[in-house]
């Protein structure tokens, strides 16, 4: 036989079922508050980078204001913490776009940021998935609002990001006659939000690469009828289909991209040397190389969605056959001088599908100066006189490899 409660247990009962729905309710209708983990500023002569890191993907809306320039973000389901209001030491006195930012809470769950400009700018703001050490972030690139003629890399960097990169143009044929000056491309790796490897004592590839790309830049700017070119001389973010693109826009001879990687084995050692190659990878080695610097724009950050059509390029003709057997003529000239410098890790050139080798009609190689994981061979890297000879050795395999007769114009 039931019995009724008494009123007062009946509303408490009532009261409990009421509150339990209406949690269940919040749970499933509102998503918990990002929690932004980190914000790093990258500025360069190029353009400014802004990250936000959050826990959770960061829904925003922005826009912009003139007279004063200004950019504007909201950060949605975002509440006010420290790392935001410190968002405004990060920006440094020497950034040609932003002069200033502060953050706020806007309303309830709402914090606006606020980037005050040194000119106008062109925005392009975009989402990123976690990726290797990082959460969600969200991307603020920001671009002068008109793209300086004289300035290629500016370009095409600015058409890369709004998805717009034609990798199928042909290239400018001028100036390609006999005697002609010679255009090197010279690609230090990574940089910006992609540190590239990390040594035992906390070096990072992109520092050291950059150095001697520096280094190597002199030195064949120093040779009869050689200039080079960097696809980045600062600590800017480059994706690899515009480190391609800048060399083909520059009709280049040649592209050396340069590198000091790192491996779980911290006794692998030595210097190496690859090329593209049409038929897989020629070790378990340069198939993880390949992958660790083709992961770079997934670490850097890349607006575009799809692949680009260039780099996912897997038909090779006989202009990129041929383009190869240069590149291992010109690889295997760096790696003979390479090794009287430095232990080799293998004595022959690699092959694997490195995407920044990909250009169909420009000798290209990727040169691993040693492994920064190795704790020696990390102390090398930061050593002066070991970045310039290596400098001296990639200078002294290209000259050889002109000297060899190899063919310096193919349209």
């Known amino acids: 036989m039931s019995h009724p409660l008494p009123d007062l247990d009946r509303r408490r009962l009532i009261g409990a079922a009421a509150a339990t729905f209406l949690l269940t309710v919040s749970r499933i209708g509102v998503a918990a508050p990002s929690q932004i983990v980190a914000v790093r500023v990258w500025p360069s002569s190029t353009y400014t980078r802004v990250t936000i890191e959050a826990s959770s993907e960061i829904r925003y809306k922005h826009f912009s204001l003139a007279n004063p320039n200004r950019l504007v973000v909201d950060l949605v389901g975002v509440q006010l913490s420290n790392v935001l209001q410190d968002m405004s030491k990060q920006i440094q006195s020497a950034d040609p776009f932003i002069r200033m930012a502060r953050a706020g809470q806007f ?64 290239r400018d044929s001028k100036d390609k006659g006999p005697g002609r000056t010679l255009t090197i491309m010279i690609d230090p790796g990574h940089g910006g939000e992609d540190p590239g490897a990390i040594g035992p004592s ?15 830049k002199k030195m064949l700017d120093g040779e009869k009828n050689m200039r080079a070119v960097l696809t980045r001389d600062e600590d800017v973010f480059i994706p690899l289909g515009v480190r391609v693109a800048k060399a083909r826009k520059l009709n280049a001879d040649l592209f050396i991209s340069v590198h000091a990687d790192a491996v779980d084995n911290r006794t692998a050692r030595g210097s190496s040397v690859f090329a593209l190659s049409e038929n897989g990878a020629t070790s ?4 993880f190389l390949a992958k660790t610097q083709n ?29 190869i057997n240069d590149s291992l003529k010109l690889g295997k000239s760096v790696l003979g001088k390479m090794g009287g410098l430095n232990k080799l890790h293998k004595d022959k050139v690699e092959q694997a599908g ?20 190795h704790p020696e061979e990390e ?21 050889s490899y002109f000297a060899q007769g190899a063919p310096v114009a193919r349209i």
């Not at 090398?380 to 001296?392: G, S, T, V």
């Open 354 to 373: 490195f995407a920044v080798l990909k250009a169909p009609d420009i000798p290209s190689i990727l040169v691993e100066t040693a492994f920064i994981s």
């Open 107 to 170: 309303n309830g769950d709402t914090v606006r940021l606020v980037f005050d400009l040194r000119n106008e700018v062109k925005p392009q703001i975009f989402s990123l998935k976690p990726v290797g050490e990082y959460q969600y972030r969200l991307v603020l690139d920001l671009y002068p609002a008109s793209a300086q003629q004289d300035d290629p890399l500016l370009a095409l960097l600015e058409d890369y990001n709004k998805g717009q990169l034609n990798n199928d143009s042909p």
């Open 202 to 216: 906390g070096i990072r590839e992109k520092d050291v690469v950059l150095k001697i790309g520096r280094q190597l």
């Open 379 to 399: 102390q090398k890297l930061i050593d002066p006189d070991f970045q310039q000879q290596m400098a001296e050795a990639i200078t002294s395999g290209v000259r």
């Open 284 to 287: 378990t080695m340069a198939r």
């Open 295 to 323: 992961d770079a724009d997934l670490v850097g950050g890349v607006k575009i969605g799809g692949k680009d059509k260039y780099l996912a390029h897997t038909l090779f003709d006989l202009t990129q056959t041929a383009t």
